[in-house]
Structure formats: C-alpha cells, structure tokens
C-alpha cells in the first residue's frame, strides 16, 4: 500500500519563504508530485521529482530523497495568493502508476 | 481543447437513489482518473482507465460504485443507492502517461472542477 504524512496547517508572512515536508510509504515509487488547490477550486499541478535533488520552478522549488523517503516543496517570497492546499503525491511503479495523494497542508499567508 | 470538464458541478439527491456524473478528459490523453475529495482531506483514488479498459479499482470502493469509459472518450461515475457518507466532492482527472516498461513522463494529472455531491 502507499501512504504518505504532511503537516497539516502551516502559517507564514507574506514575502517569508515556507517548506512544506513530506515523508511516504510504498510499496512501489516512481515519483513525487506536488499539486495547489484553491478554496473551492480543482487540484492544479506545481512540480515532479523523480530523481534525488531540487526542481526549481519560479518562486517554487520541490525537492526529493528516496532514500529517506521524503520530499518537501519551497515557496519564496509568499504572496497572499498562496494561501491555498498543497498536496504531496506519490506516483507508484506499480498497479499501473497511478498517483496516490496525501491529505494535503493547509497554508495560510499573512500580511 | 478547453481542459476537462464535469456534469453536473453540483448533486442534490435522496438516500437512495442514483446519481451519474459525466467527464470528458483532454481529448490526447490516454488517462482518466476518478477521485473523491472531502472537506480538509485530498483526493481519495477511486477508478481508473487506461483508453477504454478500467486497470484498477479501489478496494475501499462499495459494489454501489460504477465506472464506465466507453470507446475511451468520456467517462461517467455512477452511485446506485446513495448514502449520506457519499456526500463528497468528485473529481475526474486526465493524463497522458507512457507505460511502455516505465513511466518516463510526470504523469501530470489535470483535474475538472468536479461534482459536488449532497446527499440528504
């Protein structure tokens, strides 16, 4: 089975840099996803590590271990429109790859 | 192509009776994907389809749960008999994903608005 553990609130000043952890469990890994959801909006995709090492994207980066089983997802220079749900994902290498999701970190950006 | 879409956004129904909610993914990908999200929680695997096969089902998924995808195009979920913890958000995602030996593409997993589901 896969599981995966992230905190679940996390407030920050705006223009702050925030890292949101995670650790899983599975029985297969492919890969780490990273996805942002909006109150009342849908999922939207920020990152993917397969590797070991940082991806930067823009004021994101996400970085993954698989030794440790860990990954965790930076955000620089928060903007109030960062206040949303971040949700770490594992893509398994078996049943198919499909991506499991954890139960997602809530942040909260003040001003 | 104008992402994926759901119908209907939102389900008010009775214990009981049965509902469907329709997807249409991105028309290139071969992925479809069904979730359920509820309140504080992230979305909860449920089905999904390679074209028009359905390769895996969730064991936590009730026999009142049913997926179709005919011709590997659109894709409905029906709920027979609907209970109050059905209550939930339903979200279909698409994907073209490379499955020849490995997965060497992220996977990127592009969701609909989903359909909101109340069950009185």
């Known amino acids: 089975g896969q599981s995966l553990e992230q905190p679940s609130e996390v407030t920050a000043v705006e223009g702050a840099i925030v890292q949101i952890n995670c650790t899983y469990q599975?029985?297969?890994?492919?890969?780490l996803s990273w996805y942002q959801q909006h109150d009342g909006g849908a999922p939207t995709f920020l990152s993917y590590?397969?590797?070991?090492g940082l991806e930067e994207t823009g004021r994101f980066s996400s970085f993954l271990s698989r030794s440790d089983s860990y990954g965790y997802l930076l955000l620089q220079e928060l903007q109030m429109k960062d206040s949303a749900s971040y949700f770490c994902a594992v893509r398994g290498n078996t049943g198919g790859f499909k991506t499991i999701f954890g139960a997602g970190t809530r942040l909260f950006v003040k001003a | 192509d104008t992402g994926v879409s759901q119908d209907p956004r939102h389900k008010i129904t009775k214990r009981g009776q049965n509902v469907t909610f329709r997807c249409d993914p991105i028309s290139e990908h071969n992925r479809l994907y069904w979730y359920r999200q509820t309140l504080g929680q992230g979305p909860e695997f449920l089905t999904y389809?390679?074209?028009?096969?359905?390769?895996?089902k969730s064991r936590l998924l009730s026999d009142r749960f049913s997926a179709e995808r005919p011709k590997g195009s659109f894709s409905t979920l029906e709920i027979q008999r609907t209970e109050q913890g059905d209550s939930a958000m339903y979200l279909c995602?698409?994907?073209?994903?490379?499955?020849?030996?490995?997965?060497?593409?992220?996977?990127?997993?592009?969701f609909g608005e989903g359909s909101r589901l109340t069950v009185l």
């Open positions: 590590n397969a590797l070991d």
């Open positions: 995602a698409s994907s073209w994903v490379l499955t020849s030996g490995r997965a060497t593409n992220t996977g990127e997993l592009f």
């Open positions: 389809f390679q074209n028009e096969a359905q390769l895996e």
């Open positions: 599975t029985s297969g890994f492919y890969g």
